[in-house]
């Protein structure tokens, strides 16, 4: 029939057209007579119970899923300081140690370090010891029984520490409290290599990596934490070395406020304690701590009598803090930090300092002789120019009249400065019992 009479009859209402939708079914090797839906997660309840190997799973449409865009990794601000401090020190000659053993043995972190066993720094309130492995097996034997005569009778101008050395007490196994092991382990390599060759080499070592602490949390402390910690080994060194190496490599990174303060150190002699002013807590913190490691330490391991190791550790994340303006180390370096910051620090970049050493003695003695204007000087800058000054005015009676009025009070403000530095020197005078005193008045070396 054609198009034209079905039209017609379409018109006249006589047929109607109507559809018809069949399916052929037909069976599959996924058929089942049982009632079973698919699935569209995988849970943790499946792996667990081990269901998901016969869960029938639904399929995934990813024709049309477009997903989340992928935002990249970002680097936690200690990764990127603890990079520049390694760029800094790697510049200024240093060469890293190895530091991937965070459990040591308490010879290596304390008696290496001539660091007696009743110290208080070895109790449990203030180091993690270890329950398995709870013994350290590898030290060698020859260096062991150098270290502990070294403990009980000295040598070479010491004493000693006059008690009986435990071996059992100094292969307990704890983690490390500072990286001080390592740098001990390194110069033990080095003390090893002139034993065998008779030939010493100057080095310049370096170490950034995580120690642990039994201390309590407070806005500056952590049970663990980073530590940049350096050595220069070398003839002819000593306080004088360090004080500049500090201040190159606090330079280097740009932070001008440093104060020392003399201290005690069982492996150091003499010490010195680092403090660098925190801008947002409005006040001066410890932020590191350096020395001259003592003979005792230095002889056993087979380094020349001569060689002198001048060390320094600082903590990372309290400059850390200080440069992403962080006031509370947890909320840097624990489960409290924030993580949408963290995306958004930006690179960590230390610039160097304003050298200010070289024009200090002219600024200072400008602000003596100006009497418009006011005096800033401080303690620290005047013990300085203290004793220079001190003699000038001691030449004064024979001639030497610097601009007239203003004599007396060069004169005041120098014997000032010079009792100051009599005044930090007798604070220094800290007694040895192993060297009888005798390493006192260093500062005037």
Not at 10 to 26: C, G, H, M, N, Y
Not at 246 to 266: C, Q
């Amino acid at each position: 029939m054609g198009e034209a009479k079905i039209e017609a009859l379409k018109k006249r209402k006589l047929v109607a057209p109507t559809s018809l939708t069949a399916f052929k079914v037909e069976k599959t090797e996924k058929f089942s007579a049982g009632d079973q839906k698919a699935v569209a997660d995988l849970t943790a309840e499946m792996i667990t119970k081990g269901t998901w190997s016969s869960t029938t799973f639904k399929p995934f449409n990813l024709t049309n899923a477009s997903g989340v865009p992928s935002a990249g990794g970002h680097l936690h601000p200690l990764n990127k300081v603890k990079t520049e401090m390694r760029t800094v020190l790697m510049q200024m000659g240093f060469e890293e140690m190895p530091t991937n053993q965070w459990v040591e043995s308490s010879f290596w972190n304390f008696d290496a370090l001539f660091q007696p066993q009743q110290h208080p720094a070895r109790d449990a309130h203030d180091t993690f010891f270890m329950e398995a492995p709870s013994r350290a097996q590898k030290i060698p034997e020859d260096y062991l029984g150098r270290v502990k005569e070294m403990h009980e009778k000295g040598g070479s101008g010491s004493i000693g520490w006059r008690y009986d050395w435990s071996e059992d007490e100094a292969r307990k196994t704890l983690l490390r409290t500072h990286t001080t092991a390592v740098s001990a382990r390194m110069l033990y390599k080095m003390g090893e290599e002139y034993r065998r060759t008779g030939v010493f080499r100057p080095k310049k070592y370096f170490s950034i990596d995580r120690v642990f602490r039994n201390e309590t949390l407070d806005a500056t402390h952590l049970a663990e934490f980073h530590q940049i910690e350096g050595f220069v080994a070398d003839r002819n060194i000593g306080l004088p070395q360090l004080i500049g190496v500090l201040r190159d490599f606090f330079a280097r990174i740009g932070i001008s406020k440093l104060r020392f303060k003399p201290a005690y150190n069982p492996y150091t002699e003499p010490s010195m304690e680092i403090f660098g002013f925190h801008p947002i807590l409005k006040k001066w913190i410890e932020v590191g701590n350096s020395g001259v490691f003592r003979p005792e330490m230095l002889l056993p391991m087979g380094l020349p009598e001569d060689v002198t190791v001048i060390a320094w550790g600082i903590g990372c994340e309290r400059w850390t803090a200080l440069l992403y303006n962080i006031r509370l180390i947890k909320e840097l370096f624990s489960f409290q930090q924030d993580v949408a910051a963290t995306k958004k620090n930006p690179m960590c970049w230390l610039r160097r300092a304003e050298d200010r050493h070289g024009s200090l003695g002219v600024r200072c003695c400008g602000e003596w002789l100006d009497k418009n204007r006011k005096t800033r000087i401080n303690k620290a800058r005047l013990g300085l120019f203290g004793t220079t000054c001190w003699l000038i005015s001691r030449w004064m009676p024979l001639g030497f009249q610097p601009l007239g009025a203003e004599t007396q009070t060069i004169r005041a403000r120098a014997e000032a400065g010079m009792a100051w530095t009599l005044q930090m020197i007798a604070r220094v005078w800290v007694f040895d019992p192993c060297t009888q005193g005798r390493s006192l008045g260093y500062v005037l070396e």
